[in-house]
């Protein structure tokens, strides 16, 4: 059997954000996470368990609090009746998902009492990161519902191994090689008997505005890691050894975890490890180094842009007041931007639409700010406008006019 790296007695219970226990009697469990530590959180969560079992067999039941929150542990066969279990995670509701569910791949056990812990899982909450680690005596299927969680998560298998399975692609993870993911509904992962595993958790929002600050420029689409990928090399290993420290540092009082200058400048080398040593879809971007130095062509039209973004302005004038022809200008814009210069005057003018209906520079319609700024098809402008920003420009203007 497996030892957590993390502790789990009482005395360090309030150094982690959450403590995930499971009943060392039961193969299967049913959690209850609040976000308080009331009186009347505790005596609901007795009341349940003493509901449950009048419907079921006897067995124990411990309570744990944190600085947090409290959660319960019961018996499986509870009222859910399919050996599910449901948690909902503070990690998870902190990177906008809800619902993880855990089941052993062996149906013939659940019923079998143990003497010692068949699952463990110990996490906390770095900043814009968490950091856990967790282990299974048997089998389990780890399954990803509800909204999902907006966050990447990269996995390191310390024994045993684990297999991701996400859109028809199955990647397995084991020794040096890791897997990454985007936890979205419907992922599942499979580990085997006697794993263990520590895991780095980063929100999404964290890792595509580092991106685009290092690219210069907005994403033309999420940011997709490739599954899997090697743990033994180059900037991977030094992100490995990592998350290594941080699952020893953080048992430390007074360490980086408790330092909030320490962790800033902690998240900014992780995030950088990543997005420079894990392959994903701009990786080769990234590493021609074309968007190290942007040359004045680019920034002379863009500053032309926004100064003119509500007038007409073709081209021609464009590649005049950069300096260069036509043909160079759409060349800088494809090389240094990847984009054309067509496409980022629109994304410009969309820019000022968007600081106008945040502002009430200077008031009217959602209509009439976007007419001034040359889009005269509502349709396409709304569509165009969601898709940069994540709401139509109406419920913009809404949320800042309270």
């Known amino acids: 059997m497996t030892t957590s790296i993390l502790p789990v007695d009482a005395s360090v219970l309030g150094t982690f954000d959450i403590v995930h226990v ?12 609040v976000e308080t530590q009331s009186t009347f959180d505790y005596f609901q969560a007795t009341r349940d368990f003493l509901e449950l079992q009048a419907h079921a067999y ?79 005596r048997f089998a389990a299927q780890i399954d990803i519902g509800g909204d999902g969680i ?45 794993n263990a595993r520590e895991n780095l958790w980063i929100g999404a929002s964290t890792l595509e505005h580092a991106l685009e600050n290092m690219l210069g420029n907005r994403l033309h689409g999420p940011l997709v890691f490739k599954p899997g990928f090697d743990w033994s090399s180059g900037l991977a290993a030094s992100l490995r050894g990592q998350i290594d420290f941080l699952m020893h540092e953080i048992k430390r009082q007074g360490g980086a975890g408790d330092n909030p200058v320490a962790l800033a400048s902690l998240i900014d080398l992780v995030v950088s490890l990543v997005l420079r040593g894990i392959p994903h879809n701009y990786l080769e971007r990234l590493d021609s180094g074309r968007f190290a130095a942007v040359p004045a062509y680019v ?54 639409v968007h600081a106008e209906l945040k502002h009430a520079a200077t008031g009217g319609s959602v209509a009439e700010v976007a007419r001034r700024y040359g889009f005269t098809n509502p349709g396409r402008f709304t569509a165009a406008y969601r898709r940069r920003f994540g709401e139509t420009p109406t419920e913009t203007a809404k949320r800042h006019s309270r």
């Open 22 to 33: 499971l009943d060392p009697m039961e193969l299967e469990t049913h959690l209850k996470f």
């Open 58 to 136: 006897s067995g124990p039941v411990a309570f744990y609090g944190d600085k947090h929150g409290v959660f319960r542990i019961d018996t499986a066969g509870s009222d859910q009746g399919d050996g599910m279990i449901p948690t909902s995670s503070r990690v998870s509701e902190r990177l906008h998902g809800r619902v993880w569910s855990y089941q052993s791949q062996d149906r013939d056990l659940i019923r079998v009492r143990f003497d010692s812990p068949i699952t463990w899982i110990t996490q906390r909450r770095l900043g814009s990161m968490t950091i856990s680690n967790g282990g299974d």
């Open 150 to 194: 907006d966050g990447y998560c990269f996995s390191a298998v310390l024994d045993g191994r684990v297999t991701l399975i996400q859109n028809g692609t199955e990647t397995t993870c084991a020794s040096t090689h890791g897997i990454v993911f985007r936890a979205t509904p419907g992922t599942r992962l499979m580990a085997s008997d006697a």
């Open 299 to 352: 920034r002379r039209a863009e500053d032309f842009m926004r100064a003119n973004a509500a007038v007409v302005i073709r081209m021609e004038q464009v590649a005049a007041a950069a300096g260069c022809s036509v043909r160079t200008l759409g060349a800088v814009f494809r090389h240094f931007r990847d984009t054309t210069p067509l496409a980022a005057l629109h994304a410009i003018r969309l820019e000022h």
